[in-house]
């Protein structure tokens, strides 16, 4: 069975920092792009970016491009999405989600940036 | 960057009735076209990809047609459990790959 297992609920100041985590299972990790999808409280789907992992080649939207990065340790399957400088308005729900169209989607990763 | 363009905003539907959802491309995306479907508080779930490919799982109620810019999801017979939010996204070509606004299917 195909499972993407993301980090917990994060609390955060601004201009904290931030790395959030994706874990594949279930298939070849290496071979599927991952991607991060970003929801704000009531409102729509935002695409990010998106990683293939057996060569870390990333693609970002450029509405999140210098905000973010993505990487991933292919060794242990997992996928990243991290912040230099959290803002309040980074307070969202993050998705992972595998394939180009979204196969599969870990559970979310409630980011909140409040001072 | 495509754009995504869903319509209606809003969707009335009775029970049991058929729901038409729109979904259209700035440019042409081909068929590289998905329909997402999320409750409340649920990640979403893939429909359909392929513009008319069902997913593993997705009930036959559920379907896609369209290609290029224009693309539609029928849902044939509404179940209580359909009411929700319908996202469609392109996947063609070169990143990003963006998301329409929604639409969100309520009962009447």
């Known amino acids: 069975e195909v499972q993407l297992v993301q980090s917990g609920t994060q609390v955060k100041k601004p201009g904290d920092s931030l790395r959030i985590s994706c874990k594949g299972s279930?298939?070849?990790?290496?071979?599927?792009?991952i991607a991060w999808v970003r929801q704000m409280p009531g409102k729509g789907l935002e695409w990010m970016g998106i990683?293939?992992?057996?060569?870390?080649?990333?693609i970002y939207s450029p509405s999140f491009q210098g905000q973010i990065t993505i990487s991933v340790d292919k060794s242990i399957s997992t996928a990243y999405l991290q912040w230099r400088s959290l803002r309040a308005s980074d307070t969202a729900m993050y998705y992972c989600?595998?394939?180009?169209?979204?196969?599969?989607w870990g559970q979310g990763t409630l980011v909140t940036v409040s001072s | 960057e495509i754009v995504m363009t869903q319509s209606p905003a809003t969707l009335s539907v009775s029970p049991g009735e058929r729901a038409t959802l729109s979904c259209r491309a700035s440019?042409?995306?081909?068929?590289?076209l998905a329909w997402y479907q999320q409750k409340l508080g649920q990640a979403p779930r893939l429909l359909i990809y392929?513009?008319?490919m069902r997913a593993t799982g997705i009930p036959a109620r559920f379907s896609g047609s369209g290609s290029g810019t224009e693309f539609t999801l029928t849902i044939s017979s509404l179940q209580s459990e359909d009411f929700a939010v319908y996202y469609c996204?392109?996947?063609?070509?070169?990143?990003?790959?963006?998301f329409g606004q929604g639409t969100k299917l309520e009962i009447k």
């Open positions: 440019q042409n995306v081909n068929d590289n």
């Open positions: 990683i293939y992992p057996r060569d870390s080649d990333t």
């Open positions: 996204q392109h996947y063609n070509d070169w990143p990003p790959f963006t």
């Open positions: 279930g298939y070849n990790f290496a071979t599927d792009w």
């Open positions: 989600a595998r394939r180009q169209f979204l196969e599969n």
């Open positions: 392929g513009a008319s």
